[in-house]
């Protein structure tokens, strides 16, 4: 049973303007200083699990040539591109759809593109450890990060009892955000984790629930992969995917089946959401600031983030708690208490 790597590429990180914007949004962008992209990054963890050409990005058609010049050694055909946005349920279908058609047997990591991992060792043993569960058992797991904190940006995952000789346990509920309360509630219980959007399973499991679970998907897909890997394909998802309804994976399938799992994990990870979770993950200065540039220099300054890798020279003098982020002649000053409202802000413009 050979192992295959979906990537969902599609977003536009609005959060994270103007670095990221709806022309180059972030999982192509060098988010970390370090000469890479996000998406090259999570290929790059991923390699040593399968060979390049079981790698699949699903990702808006405007972003196809991105993704050709970022990963040049991924197939041009494992590009999936979506006419139209719809969700996390439509793009994981017409990857799995099309897998199946070549691969009928194949096991599946679907991922975001845009998180972060510091301890790749860990990650790919843990990804390791799912996938050997998935490949002897007709399930659903999820990757449950272990909370560091009671954060109330991320959904969270139940774990009830555990499966003899693993480290895998049933997920007794998922739930949405909470607020402050509950999610030191959640922490303090033990049994809580992140739910980082990382699934893995085998392509008849998952093509199976998306059947019962949601048959005009179902359906749809049916049609579409009549023409997979023939010169009408693109024309026919140009058609049909936009028929799609708009739908996340969650509630589609995950908080309706019955065999679903989760695999407590620890390895780093962080979704990268915001500015300030950006800013928790760069080193710091003695005055908790942060930068990504080129000859940033900071004075009387705290608990600031700084990223501007386009200019020549940055100086900052006198605050606590901003945003300084310049890219391609757009400059974002901005409070980190006011930084969910970015999006609000840069629509007005």
């Given amino acids: 049973m050979e192992n295959h790597i979906v990537i969902m590429a599609g977003g ?57 010049e970022q990963l040049p050694d991924l197939p041009e055909c494992n590009i999936l591109a979506e006419p139209t946005a719809r969700n996390t349920a439509p793009c994981i279908a017409y990857a799995c759809w099309k897998i199946k058609k070549q691969h009928p047997q194949a096991n599946i990591v679907v991922t975001p593109s845009d ?85 893995v399973w085998n392509v008849n499991t998952i093509t199976d629930a998306i059947r ?4 005009d998907l179902a359906a749809i897909m049916d049609e579409m992969s009549r023409d997979f890997y023939t010169a009408q394909e693109a024309g026919t998802v140009e058609r049909l995917f936009p028929t799609c309804e708009k739908i996340s994976i969650d509630y589609a399938v995950m908080e309706k089946a019955e065999s679903i799992y989760t695999l407590p994990a620890e390895f780093g990870w962080s979704d990268l959401g915001s500015w300030g979770s950006l800013r928790t993950l760069l080193p710091q200065d003695e005055h908790g600031n942060a930068g990504v540039g080129n000859d940033i ?27 300084i982020a310049e890219r391609n002649g757009a400059l974002l000053v901005c409070s980190l208490k006011e930084e969910q409202n970015i999006k609000r802000f840069t629509l007005k413009h």
């Fill in 12 to 68: 536009i990180g609005s959060r994270f303007w103007p670095m990221s914007t709806p022309e180059y949004p972030k999982q192509f962008i060098d988010v970390m200083g370090c000469g890479k992209s996000l998406i090259q990054l999570t290929v790059e963890r991923f390699a040593p699990l399968c060979p390049m050409e079981n790698f699949w990005v699903v990702t808006s058609e405007k972003y196809t040539d991105i993704v050709k």
């Fill in 115 to 199: 998180a972060l991992v510091i301890n790749t060792g860990e990650f790919q043993r843990v990804m390791r450890c799912a996938l050997d569960f998935t490949a002897t058992n007709n399930s659903i797991v999820t990757i449950g990060i272990k909370p560091s904190r009671p954060e109330t940006g991320y959904g969270y995952i139940q774990a009830a009892e555990q499966i003899n000789g693993t480290e895998i346990y049933k997920v007794g509920a998922f739930k949405e955000k909470p607020d402050v309360e509950t999610a030191k509630e959640y922490v303090a219980h033990g049994s809580y984790f992140w739910n980082a959007g990382i699934f």
């Fill in 212 to 215: 019962k679970f949601t048959p």
């Fill in 297 to 323: 220099s900071l004075h009387n300054c705290h608990n600031c983030i700084v990223h501007t890798a386009g200019e020549k020279q940055v100086v900052v003098e006198g605050l606590d708690g901003y945003i």
